[in-house]
């Protein structure tokens, strides 16, 4: 136990009684954080496509705690499901706490060959349907006066790469949005910061990526090999409680030094 002036700092990542929302919880980073909001004591709710994969995963999740873990199907790239998994949410729980924003896609394709269907495809689900989500969500936010809205954008976002340029303008549209957002909401005591990952272990970048360039990005990172999802909870704990209360309009980069490796 620490004191620092009379304050007890023993419970600041303590999310007993909190309600989080976490999109695309079924697997990778989301199911990681999800199991960790579990752990320290918030009642989950996870959503994604596969309800086969939600419910192992909600079972996973809940393994061995008291807490509540639910799921439901939403595809969040549609127009309407980010209301629907809003009102759903609030249904069941009465409050949303905590959302992180994490489902997102990618269309790997070169600026003179992007479609208009793929551009309009991961706008929806990397960008818009998180504006949908987040606006839905946030008035009970603000009328309790607390707060903590995450969005998962990515290295790619601060970066480039060769054929990500969709996904790239998404993930940096999240990083701006972020930062417009807290000025907005801070007087509501609701704060809101970007996550932005670099290599990980997921199902995402391993199933687009060959083994060449697989080895690229870890020869790109500082610590010389991939992420694992569980080194992304921290971060999520510290932005998601009242650890991280002044913390806003931030983005926390989680990428193994790759950004650094600029030569």
Known sequence: MRENGGIMF???????DRVAVITGGSR???????RAYAEHGAAVLICSRNASELEAA???????LSVRV??????????????????EALRRFGR???????????TPQRVDQITDEAWD??????????????????PQMMERRWGRVIHVSSVLGLGGKLGRNVYSATKAGLVGMARSSALDLGPYGVTVNCIAPGPFLTELPLGLLNEEQKQEFTNRTALKRWGKPEEIVGAAL??????GSYITGSTLLIDGGVLANTL
């Not at 639910?70 to 009102?87: C, F, N, P, S």
């Open 10 to 16: 023993e419970k600041i990542f303590d999310l007993t």
């Open 28 to 34: 990778g980073l989301g199911k990681a954080m999800a």
């Open 58 to 64: 909600a079972k996973e999740i809940g393994e061995g």
């Open 70 to 87: 639910e799921w439901m199907t939403a595809d969040l790239g549609k127009k309407g499901e980010a209301q629907r998994v809003a009102d």
């Open 96 to 106: 949303v706490d905590v959302l992180i924003n994490n489902a997102g896609g990618n």
């Open 121 to 138: 495809q991961i706008l929806e689900l990397n960008l818009s349907g998180i504006m949908r989500l987040t606006r839905a969500l946030l």
């Open 238 to 243: 510290l932005l998601g409680s009242d650890a």
